[in-house]
C-alpha cells in the first residue's frame, strides 16, 4: 500500500490498523479505525470501508453502503475503487436503486444549486455528494397539488420547471 499511496498520516493510520489486527481477525477494530478517516474524504480508507461492507468483515454486509463507499473513493481518485466500482457495474450490483424503509430523498441546496440525493437514512455525507438538479440564481419554489415545485426564470418570459415529490414516502413539514 505504501508505495501506491503518498505518505501521510492517514495512510500510517491504516497501515497500522492492518498491521495490527488483520491476522489476528479483528476486522471491527480495523473497521472502526477506517470509518472516521472515510468519513474525513480519505480515498484509501473510502475504498477500504466500501470492501469492508461488501464482505461483510467487522461490520454487518451491506451492497448498498459499500456502493455507496466505493463510488466516494473512486470519485476522489482512488484506483483500486475505481476498478472495484466497474466490477460493480459488470456485476449489475451498481444498477439496482435501493427502495423502501430506511432510504429518504433529500432535496437542498448547495454551492448556487439545488441538489437532491437519494441515500440511506442514517448516511454521513457531504453537501456535495447530491447530484445537482438546476441553478438557484432565478428559482423560486411553490406548493402544487402536494408537490413541491421548483421555477427557474430563464430570461425572456421563459421558464423551466421542475416538480419534485418524495420517493421514500418519509419526510414531512417543517
Known amino acids: 500500500m505504501s508505495r501506491y499511496y503518498a505518505p501521510c498520516r ?3 493510520i491504516c497501515d497500522s490498523l492492518f498491521n495490527q489486527y ?7 477494530r480495523i473497521f472502526s479505525g477506517l470509518l472516521p478517516l472515510a468519513e474525513q474524504g480519505y480515498p484509501l480508507a473510502e475504498c477500504q470501508v466500501g470492501y469492508f461492507y461488501a464482505q461483510g468483515l467487522g461490520v454487518e454486509r451491506d451492497l448498498d453502503r459499500s456502493l455507496l463507499w466505493t463510488r466516494r473513493a473512486a470519485e476522489h481518485g482512488d484506483r483500486d475503487a475505481q476498478f472495484n466500482l466497474g466490477c460493480f457495474y459488470e456485476e449489475g450490483t451498481a444498477l439496482a436503486r435501493p427502495a423502501g424503509e430506511g432510504y429518504v430523498t433529500w432535496v437542498y441546496w448547495h454551492d448556487g444549486w439545488l441538489m437532491e440525493l437519494y441515500t440511506f437514512a442514517d448516511a454521513r455525507l457531504e453537501p456535495q455528494d447530491g447530484e445537482r438538479i438546476m441553478p438557484l440564481e432565478g428559482l423560486s419554489f411553490a ?3 402536494g408537490f413541491v ?5 430563464l430570461g425572456e418570459g421563459a421558464a423551466d420547471t421542475l416538480c419534485l415529490s418524495l420517493r421514500s414516502e418519509e419526510g414531512g413539514r417543517t
Do not use: N, P
Open 10 to 12: 492517514e495512510l500510517e
Open 22 to 28: 488483520w491476522e489476528a481477525g479483528e476486522y471491527g
Open 143 to 145: 406548493e402544487k397539488g
Open 149 to 153: 415545485t421548483a421555477e427557474l426564470q
